[in-house]
C-alpha cells in the first residue's frame, strides 16, 4: 500500500470552505487551432492551488506534458508560429492524450481527497477555452472519471479585469507585481504557473471580504457540517476511482 498525505474531512479543510468543496486546478493547454473538437492538443500543464495557514492561497506542482496529435486531428500553421512547437520533432518526449490525462488526473485526485474537496474546478485565462480542449480530449480518451467539473470555471480574465483593469495575462501580470518572462511565454507550463500565481494572488486581495461574507453565512446559517465519510470522500464522487 503506497503512502499518501493525509485527507482533509470536507467540514475542517480551509480550502474546500474557500471554493464550496471545489478545488482550484489551474490548466493551461497549447494547441494546434483553435477549435477542441478538430485540433490537436500539443502540451497539457495543471498547477495545483494550495493554502496556507493564515487562509493565503498559493501555488502548488506543476504537472506537465507534450502530447501526441490525435489521429486525424488538424494543426494550423499560424497557431505554430504563436506557440514555437514542432509536434513531429523526434527529440520531443511527447506521450498520447490518455496517458497524459491520467497522469494529470491521478494528481489532481489526490489533492482533491488531501483538502477533503469533492471535486476539481478549472481555473484558466481564457478559460473556456482550455476546458473546451480537455472535455474534447477527455471524450477521445473515453475517460469514465473526469475529476474536473464539466462546465464551471474560474477565469483569470475575468479576475484580473475586475481587480487589475487588465486583461492580457502578461499585463495583468506585471500590474499585479508578479514577474513576465516573454521568451518562455505560450509553453503550457509556464503559462499555468503565471496563471496560478495570477489567480493566487486576486483572491487573496479578496481574503478580507471573503471572512467577512464566511461570518455572515455563518450567523444566517448557510453552513453545514455534515459528517464526512470515513476516508473524508464520498464513494460516488468523480475522485473516488484511481483510475481514469
Partial sequence: MSESA????????????????????????????????TDALLEIAAVIVE???????????????HVKPFEGSKIVPASLAVTGIDPFHPLRPAIDEKDALGRIFKEVREAVRRHGCKRAILVGH??????????????????????????????????????????????????????????????????????????CKVCNFCLPSYLEAEKRVRELGWIEEPAAPSNGVDPTSPVAAESP
Fill in 6 to 37: 493525509p485527507t482533509i474531512p470536507a467540514a475542517e479543510s480551509p480550502l474546500a470552505r474557500r471554493f464550496r468543496g471545489f478545488l482550484p486546478v489551474v490548466v493551461d493547454v497549447e494547441t494546434g487551432g483553435l477549435n477542441c473538437a
Fill in 51 to 65: 493554502i496556507a495557514p493564515d487562509g493565503t492561497l498559493q501555488r502548488g506542482a506543476t504537472h506537465s506534458y
Fill in 126 to 199: 481564457n478559460a473556456s477555452f482550455d476546458l473546451g480542449f480537455l472535455n474534447a480530449a477527455v471524450a477521445r480518451a473515453d475517460i469514465k472519471r473526469n475529476p474536473f467539473h464539466p462546465f464551471s470555471s474560474f477565469d483569470t480574465v475575468t479576475l484580473a479585469g475586475a481587480a487589475l483593469g487588465q486583461t492580457v495575462l502578461a499585463k495583468a501580470t506585471l500590474a499585479s507585481g508578479l514577474q513576465w518572462d516573454s521568451s518562455a511565454a505560450h509553453a503550457a507550463a509556464y503559462d499555468a504557473e503565471r496563471t496560478a500565481d495570477l489567480f
